[in-house]
């Protein structure tokens, strides 16, 4: 009796989590779609930075000291990058 209650718990927190992801990837599409073609190469543009940043970051080789001067480096371009890239997509709508 009690496992049934907490198989039906689980099960319905898990369609919960199932339905706000759905909803999350849908927001994101739309959002997505809303952009205008320069907007959406910027937005590609800084995932495709992000994801070389965390690719190299991994086979960075060197001692310690210059590892952590380029992550330094790399997350202060990223900061850059995304607030550049961020504060142009949202220029649009405040105009």
Same mark, same amino acid.
Request: aromatic share 10%.
């Given at each position: 009796? =009690? $496992?049934? !209650?907490?198989?039906?718990? !689980?099960?319905?927190a =898990?369609s919960? +989590? ?6 999350m ?6 959002? +997505?779609?809303? =952009?205008?073609?320069?907007?959406q190469?910027?937005?590609? @543009?800084l995932i495709? !930075?992000g ?10 080789g ?5 590892? $952590? ?5 790399? !997350? ?5 990058? *995304?607030? $550049? @890239? =961020?504060?142009? *997509?949202a220029?649009?709508? $405040?105009?």
């Amino acid at each position: 009796m =009690l $496992a049934d !209650i907490g198989k039906e718990r !689980i099960e319905s927190a =898990l369609s919960g +989590v199932g339905r706000d992801l759905d909803d999350m990837v849908g927001q994101g599409k739309r959002f +997505v779609e809303g =952009l205008d073609t320069t907007e959406q190469l910027v937005l590609v @543009g800084l995932i495709l !930075i992000g994801l070389f940043y965390l690719v190299f970051g991994h086979f960075q080789g060197g001692d310690p000291d210059e590892k $952590a001067g380029g992550r330094f480096v790399g !997350i202060m371009f990223m900061m850059v990058a *995304m607030a $550049a @890239g =961020l504060g142009w *997509m949202a220029s649009d709508y $405040a105009a």
